[in-house]
């Protein structure tokens, strides 16, 4: 059984410590742990009252998530059995919060009598990331102490509330910084002569909003603007709205109840906590020993003062490193230096920071305009446009200058990194740190290793990005690395269907009702279309097929929000993309002109030909082994590129779907269009085994043929 529940005695109160590292779940050892301890607390005359605290640096962090879609073991207490025992214990009973009392933990300590909290303490119900809602009482307790409004917010958005600020709103009743037993000790001592409070007799937040829709509606609007097709947030709401109008807390208990197992079974469930999981596994590199050595990084440098670089910085800031910024150029990074500051000041101003939290960020970042300024920085990431002969020189530049054991990272979306690492004397410390834009904004990380990587260099930039507070994830030194090459397959696919009838507001909005953030014409329209139509013209090549409507928007100035035209219209000043008839004789004629009939095309046909091609991309990749598991991809996808998160991912996707239909779909599309169709082998061997996507084969386990070519990924690039 994992987990349990210590038992000690300190000046006549039972000190429950729960001992499940390296978070304290509520698994099964850690229930029937804290049922033993209560017992003998209750049964000990000389005990006064009860502290339940956590072992190390979690109080806990709610119910154990890998249990969910298990079957149940009927010989061990439920949370609400466990909950039940502490809510109604008669000796006073003290929540000694000590870390993150997340989820079930929080929910654990709103049925104590108490609560007192570390200052380093937080508290939360992120259920909903899961695709579950907190469904051990904390949707009928929260709203009871800090009124239905407040408690919304946190169970819809899942933020963690610090200690000081769950002070404030009344969760917590003291904080210290002084030691959580001994002053929960001394806080129960202060109130022995007190009545019992519990959380579930107080009524009165609810009764002030009682018959007042408002609430909810205020809740449904939050809902429908951060939880986009999520199925758990609408149940949260209706299970606050139990909380407001059910003859008792009894009947608002069995609400949750109802509504938390449609949750707990809906598909939703299971790709949200998938995502969990492959988070925390992306960030494991399979072949890198877990007791690596991560080096300080104390000090970083960026290069160049552009977009990115000034993202970049500012994770850093944000991060509490300090950072310097060169540019070569003074009005650049003058420039630079500016956006970053409007940038914190829309954050002061949007009251995400305060004007200290200001000064302080803006007092990690400097600049200069000389390389011997970053001469001792123990992390160098070059950020500037997309050039190879230009990266190579200031590697080799860096190289000269900057300490030996700093590590040189290039952010670039594809550029080789061998060929980077191959100009310094130090390949081992070159790897690749692709954010994604705006950087200080979007969790995705692709880690790039290139040949010489070394394990100490991988493991520190995983630990860096977990500091950046980012999403890490490796990818192997191949064209396009992991998620624009994928990205490839899926905007081939969207101009394909453009070229054979589908307009793009069709193709967009099938894609967005099937839950991406954007679809890929307004994507297009937002990256630019003139970026590739220029690369086109100087190096001369003619565009794919595919690009030729692209190309002839560009011919007539329609190059995306940029110029307010392209696929779409967009009035002066506004992001909102209007459909764009006009350009629809264009798009018929280049059809016509290259031998395309175009005709009615269903938005199934849409969703399946995009995120298919997605799919089958994302196989050649794992069996490629360039990523290290089918997981990785999913959350590549999550973070950097739109995906819903409640379909878990496009690989996730295909499990769900069975890889069975997936192989039969792609085989459909691939008599009209085989070349493009061409099936990864792992979705013809898993769809015959009943299989799903998991782990990348190992490089000994890779044959021979599926060792990674990178020419024919290459000339996609
Ligand atoms: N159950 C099982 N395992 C958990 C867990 C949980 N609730 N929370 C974390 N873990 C595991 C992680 O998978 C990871 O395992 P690994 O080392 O094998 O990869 C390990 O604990 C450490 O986790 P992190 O890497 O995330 O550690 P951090 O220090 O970065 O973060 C944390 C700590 C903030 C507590 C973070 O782990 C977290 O947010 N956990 C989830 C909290 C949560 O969602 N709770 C609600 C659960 S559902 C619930 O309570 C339902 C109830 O209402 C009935």
């Not at 210290?176 to 019992?196: C, G, Q, R, W, Y």
């Not at 200001?358 to 050039?387: F, H, Q, R």
């Not at 394990?455 to 191949?478: E, F, H, R, W, Y």
Request: proline fraction near 5%; charged fraction near 25%.
């Amino acid at each position: 059984m994992k987990g349990q529940c210590l038992y000690s005695v300190k000046d006549g109160f039972a000190i429950l410590e729960v001992d499940n590292p390296p978070v304290n779940p509520l698994s099964e050892g850690v229930r029937v742990g804290i049922v033993d301890c209560l017992e003998k607390a209750q049964a000990d005359s000389n005990i006064h009252g009860i502290i339940l605290t956590g072992k190390g640096r979690s109080f806990i962090a709610g119910a154990d998530i890998s249990e969910f879609g298990k079957p149940p073991n009927e010989e061990i207490p439920t949370i609400h059995a466990v909950l039940e025992k502490l809510e109604s214990s008669e000796k006073p009973v003290v929540a000694a919060i000590n870390g993150s009392a997340l989820g079930g933990g929080l929910e654990t300590a709103l049925c104590c009598n108490y609560r007192v909290s570390s200052s380093k303490g937080f508290v939360g119900l992120p259920e909903v990331n899961l695709g579950l809602l907190p469904g051990a009482g904390g949707t009928q307790r929260l709203p009871r102490i800090i009124g239905p409004s407040e408690a919304l917010k946190m169970m819809l958005t899942g933020k963690h509330v610090p200690a000081k600020k769950a002070e404030e709103m009344g969760i917590i009743d003291k904080i210290t910084d002084a030691d959580v037993i001994e002053e929960s000790i001394k806080f129960l001592h202060d109130k022995k002569n007190d009545p019992l409070p519990k959380v579930r007799d107080l009524n009165s937040k609810l009764n002030d909003v009682s018959g007042d829709e408002k609430v909810i509606v205020e809740a449904r609007a939050l809902a429908a603007k951060i939880r986009k097709g999520q199925f758990a947030p609408n149940k949260i709401i209706q299970c606050v709205d139990a909380a407001i109008n059910a003859d008792s807390f009894d009947e608002g208990m069995k609400k949750e109840q109802e509504f938390f197992i449609e949750c707990l079974l809906n598909p939703q469930r299971e790709a949200m906590i998938h995502i969990f999981f492959s988070e925390r596994a992306a960030s494991k590199i399979q072949d890198v020993p877990k007791e690596t050595e991560i080096m300080p990084i104390k000090k970083a440098a960026i290069i160049g003062s552009g977009t990115m670089g000034g993202g970049i910085a500012m994770c850093f800031a944000n991060a509490g490193i300090p950072v310097h910024i060169i540019d070569q150029d003074e009005n650049n990074l003058e420039r630079g230096v500016a956006v970053i500051k409007d940038n914190y000041d829309f954050m002061m101003n949007k009251g995400r920071i305060d004007e200290n939290q200001k000064d302080a960020v803006m007092g990690l970042i400097t600049s200069g305009l000389e390389y011997d300024e970053i001469a001792d920085a123990d992390i160098v990431i070059e950020a500037v446009y997309e050039n190879l002969d230009l990266k190579k020189e200031i590697f080799k530049k860096l190289d000269e200058v900057v300490k030996k054991d700093a590590i040189l990272a290039s952010n670039t979306s594809g550029l080789d990194i061998d060929a980077l690492a191959k100009v310094t004397n130090r390949p081992e410390m070159v790897v690749g740190t692709h954010f994604f834009s705006p950087a200080n904004i979007m969790r995705l990380l692709e880690v790039v290793r290139a040949e010489k990587t070394s394990d100490q260099v991988l493991a520190t930039i995983m630990s860096v990005g977990k500091k950046l507070k980012k999403a890490p994830v490796v990818s192997l030194n191949a064209p396009g690395f992991i998620g624009n090459r994928m990205l490839f397959g899926y905007t081939t696919q969207a101009n394909k269907l453009l070229l054979e009838g589908a307009l793009p507001h069709q193709i967009d909005s099938a894609l967005e009702n099937f839950g991406m953030s954007m679809g890929p014409f307004r994507m297009m329209d937002l990256v630019g279309l003139d970026l590739g139509w220029r690369a086109r013209k100087l190096s001369k090549t003619n565009p794919p097929v595919t690009a030729l409507i692209n190309d002839a928007l560009c011919e007539q100035d329609r190059f995306g929000q940029k110029t307010n035209k392209g696929f779409y219209n967009y009035k002066e000043g506004s992001r909102a993309p209007h459909p764009a008839p006009e350009n629809e004789k264009l798009y018929e004629k280049v059809s016509e002109d290259n031998g395309y009939k175009r005709r009615e095309i269903s938005d199934t046909e849409i969703v399946d030909r995009c995120i298919l091609a997605l799919v089958n991309e994302g196989a050649k990749i794992l069996q490629e082994g360039v990523s290290q598991r089918s997981g990785d991809m999913d959350v590549v996808y999550i973070n950097g590129y739109g995906f819903p998160i409640w379909r878990g991912g496009p690989m996730q996707y295909a499990n769900m779907e069975g890889l069975e239909k997936v192989s039969n779909k792609i085989d459909e599309f691939a008599k009209n269009d085989p070349d493009f169709w061409s099936k990864a082998e792992i979705i013809e061997q898993l769809s015959k085994e009943n299989g799903r996507f998991g782990e990348a084969p190992t490089k000994e386990e890779r044959k021979e043929k599926l060792s990674f070519n990178q020419t024919s990924v290459a000339k996609n690039f």
